[in-house]
Nanobody
Framework: QVQLVESGGGLVQAGGSLRLSCAAS????????MGWFRQAPGKEREFVAA????????YYANSVKGRFTISRDNAKNTLDLQMNSLKPADTAVYYC??????????????????WGQGTQVTVSS
């Protein structure tokens, strides 16, 4: 099976930046990562950002709009999330979400059926 692997998480001071990446291992022509979600302790997993396969449309949660940028590299089948002006409220485990289709599946986490194991992002005040 194809596996999704997130990287780029870490500890950063408030106002700093991190860049997350999601890559597929194994066969890369079967699943397509197009969304980022996050989950803080005691909270439900929530939508962060998504992008269509063509890259012509992007979608962001209001809490990150203007600070985060999602992008894709279709040749490599990778997904990135540039996070700027980080706040303590951004602290969470960030997950890459994918599905075995290039069709855009939206902001609902239930529409995605492949997930990475997550990467921890911690923002100190």
């Amino acid at each position: 099976q194809v596996q999704l692997v997130e990287s780029g998480g870490g500890l950063v001071q408030a106002g700093g930046s991190l860049r997350l990446s999601c890559a597929a291992s194994g066969r890369t022509d079967s699943i397509y990562p197009m969304g980022w979600f996050r989950q803080a302790p005691g909270k439900e997993r929530e939508f962060v950002a998504a992008i269509t396969w063509s890259g012509d449309s992007t979608y962001y949660a209001n809490s990150v709009k203007g600070r985060f940028t999602i992008s894709r590299d279709n040749a490599k089948n990778t997904l990135d999330l540039q996070m700027n002006s980080l706040k303590p409220a951004d602290t969470a485990v960030y997950y890459c979400a994918a599905r075995n289709s290039k069709i855009y599946y939206g902001t609902n986490r239930n529409n995605y059926n492949y997930w990475g194991q997550g990467t921890q992002v911690t923002v100190s005040s």
